[in-house]
Structure formats: structure tokens, C-alpha cells
């Protein structure tokens, strides 16, 4: 399973972006689907999930500036980033639970978000 990313860019504070993540490979279904950031000298954190039928959650400090969403015929999610802030300054990893033979994790290799005070 291969997830390819793309979006990531230097953008001034209060701009935006979208990250899109695209998944391929053999699996019989991508079960969640979700965002993650790690900041430089911090750990990785989660920004946003999302369930096959598209229930979401997020973390504080993006609820109501992100939004995430996933299109299943195209196993692909998104992350909508508004009103972003330097601190949002990371690395952003796409992460998939999937389910082949039994069930699995796994990471894209991160696009670079950088925001601009």
C-alpha cells in the first residue's frame, strides 16, 4: 500500500491550503483515514480523522479552521486548512487503518506545511 501526498507549501498567516493523500495498493478497505503534524523538537500529533462513513474528529487547536473529508470511490482524503496560524508549522503525515488480510496501519511519507507570520 503506497499513500502519496501532495499540497504542502509556505503560505502567510491567515492563508490556506489542502493537503490531499491518495492511496494505493492492494486492501480490501480503508476503514479511517486521517492527518497528523509533527512540528520541529515535537512529537507527532493528530490533527483530524475520519471514518468510512465520514465521522469526523479533531484536535482543539484546529476545530473550526479544519476541515477533513475523504472520497471513498477515490480512496483519497483531504484536509482543508483556513485561518492557519504559524503554529501549524509541520510536517503532515496522511495515516490509513485499513484492512487486507488482517488489519493495518500506515504512513505517507509527510508534505511540509510552513506558515509565514
Known amino acids: 500500500v503506497q499513500l502519496v501526498e501532495s499540497g504542502g507549501g509556505l503560505v502567510q498567516a491567515g492563508g490556506s491550503l489542502r493537503l490531499s493523500c491518495t492511496v494505493s495498493?492492494?486492501?480490501?478497505?480503508?476503514?479511517?483515514m486521517g492527518w497528523y503534524r509533527q512540528a520541529p523538537g515535537k512529537q507527532r500529533e493528530l490533527v483530524a480523522t475520519?471514518?468510512?462513513?465520514?465521522?469526523?474528529n479533531y484536535a482543539d487547536s484546529v476545530k473550526g479552521r479544519f476541515a477533513i473529508s475523504r472520497d471513498n470511490a477515490k480512496n483519497s482524503v483531504y484536509l482543508e486548512m483556513n485561518s492557519l496560524k504559524p503554529e501549524d508549522t509541520a510536517v503532515y503525515y496522511c495515516?490509513?487503518?485499513?484492512?487486507?488480510?488482517?488489519?493495518?496501519?500506515?504512513w505517507g511519507q509527510g508534505t511540509l506545511v510552513t506558515v509565514s507570520s
Open positions: 495515516h490509513i487503518g485499513y484492512t487486507s488480510y488482517s488489519y493495518r496501519e500506515d
Open positions: 495498493g492492494s486492501f480490501f478497505s480503508i476503514n479511517v
Open positions: 475520519i471514518t468510512r462513513d465520514s465521522s469526523a
